[in-house]
């Protein structure tokens, strides 16, 4: 699509734009009373409105049944998860019974590492893209040694050629071939947080299986961004958190997948509590563990129900608006803030323009919405003048600035305003 860099041009994309009503969802941050361009909705996403109702749901149910909300409640506290396996599924592409919500992001990874990390003597490397996000390579790290290995020499570490900044993807399946006899799992971000670089999942699980490898992703970044497709790509595990892209708040619930081909395995090792035991038999308090089918059974406590009626009200907007309409406008908006920036950079991309790099790969299949970019001089400045001037993108240490406008509930009208705000910068 041709862009242009103007109000009028922006303004039109957004009244062309099916989904620009999911805006009034959101509490929309205010800088000196006007609308904020809000940019980190890959860290933190925006509060939609009717998280306040769905708590109230649940504080109000509490204040009047006491322990009897587990079965007489509203949305009855003892099959809560059963609520948002269903639209969490579409989002990532599974069957409901692949996925469940429970714990935390990390919590949750170590507990697939537990089910799918099963070393030997000669089978047991991890690999993983360097630098990946620390709670990712401290999970790692600490899983090697778990198993009695040196992580400097179970964790094998995929690195961007000399001069690029992300990795291509026949270098990823060449390391998995290289390490074909001791390559034990594939475990990687589906989007790296700090270049946004989606990975070809597809691709590499199917040469990671190809040498009897397992591969798990971390979709931290890529849940709700990327349309995903894990049964089909046959992932054989995957984690990701909510209050990302999912708006489910901090500190929200995360989500799991596990492949049912593994889902329905009673006899697959695990860390179980009482959550996780046949929802029949449950309250019971019989000996012997007895896993529920599909990714329920390693859940291991009993829910929380707060984060996740926020996930509940947040997953009613996305299933509303649809992951594949969301990916689709996504793409449209990102390929603008592409131009704008590429405009205010000298017309050039992915080589260093006159004030900075845009180190996100170029071909939208390669990545979701955000865009992260090196400044040549002084990052950190720009970084605080668009704070001032109401723009609000992220900064990640060393050196990179991560813009993410989210199709949810940012506008083109917002994408324009970074380019204004980066030529008064540039220009004074
Ligand atoms: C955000 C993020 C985390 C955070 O982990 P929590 O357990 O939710 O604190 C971990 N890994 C990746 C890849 C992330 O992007």
Redesign the pocket.
């Known amino acids: 699509m041709q862009f242009e860099n103007s109000l009028s041009f922006a303004q039109q994309l957004d009244k062309q734009d099916s989904l620009a009503k999911f805006r009034n969802e959101f509490h929309l941050l205010q800088k000196d009373g006007k609308p904020a361009v809000y940019l980190c909705g890959n860290s933190l996403g925006l509060q939609p409105k009717n998280v306040r109702a769905a708590i109230d749901q649940e504080l109000k149910d509490w204040a009047d049944l006491g322990v009897e909300g587990h079965f007489d409640g509203k949305n009855p506290w003892m099959y809560y998860h059963h609520f948002l396996t269903e639209k969490a599924a579409k989002i990532v592409g599974a069957k409901p019974s692949e996925v469940v919500i429970m714990n935390?992001?990390?919590?949750n990874l170590h507990l697939m590492m537990v089910s799918f990390y099963r070393p030997t003597k000669t089978r047991y490397k991890i690999m993983m893209e360097v630098s990946?996000?620390p709670?990712?390579q401290y999970a790692m790290e600490t899983q090697a040694r778990f198993h009695g290995f040196n992580p400097e020499d179970a964790i094998i570490e995929l690195k961007p050629r000399e001069g690029e900044y992300t990795l291509r993807t026949e270098d990823i399946i060449a390391t998995i071939n290289a390490n074909k006899e001791e390559l034990a799992i594939v475990m990687m971000?589906g989007v790296n947080?700090y270049t946004g670089q989606a990975f070809d999942m597809k691709t590499i699980t199917k040469a990671a299986h190809a040498v009897g490898a397992i591969v798990g992703f971390?979709c931290?970044?890529a849940a709700g961004n990327l349309q995903l497709q894990l049964h089909d790509w046959d992932v054989d595990f995957a984690v990701w958190?909510t209050?990302?892209y999912l708006n489910s708040g901090p500190g929200g619930t995360?989500g799991v997948f596990v492949h049912e081909r593994h889902g329905n395995n009673p006899d697959l090792v695990r860390f179980a509590g009482w959550w996780g035991h046949d929802e029949k038999e449950r309250f019971q308090m019989k000996k012997g563990f007895k896993p529920m089918e599909g990714a329920a059974g390693w859940q291991l406590s009993n829910a929380q129900i707060f984060p996740m009626a926020i996930h509940k009200a947040s997953l009613e907007l996305f299933d509303e608006a649809g992951i594949e309409n969301l990916r689709a406008k996504s793409e449209k908006l990102t390929g603008y803030l592409e131009f704008i920036l590429n405009e205010v950079n000298g017309g050039l991309s992915g080589v260093e323009g006159k004030h900075f790099t845009i180190i996100t790969p170029k071909t939208p299949a390669e990545r979701g919405c955000q865009l992260s970019i090196i400044v040549k001089e002084n990052g950190k400045k720009l970084f605080d003048y668009l704070n001032e001037n109401g723009i609000m993108p992220d900064w990640r240490e060393p050196d990179v600035i991560r813009m993410s406008p989210v199709p949810m509930y940012n506008s083109f009208e917002d994408v324009y305003r970074i380019g204004e705000a980066l030529k008064q910068y540039f220009n004074h």
């Not at 935390?104 to 919590?107: F, K, P, S």
């Open positions: 935390n992001l990390t919590a990946a996000f709670s990712d971000g947080y971390d931290a970044h958190c209050y990302k995360s």
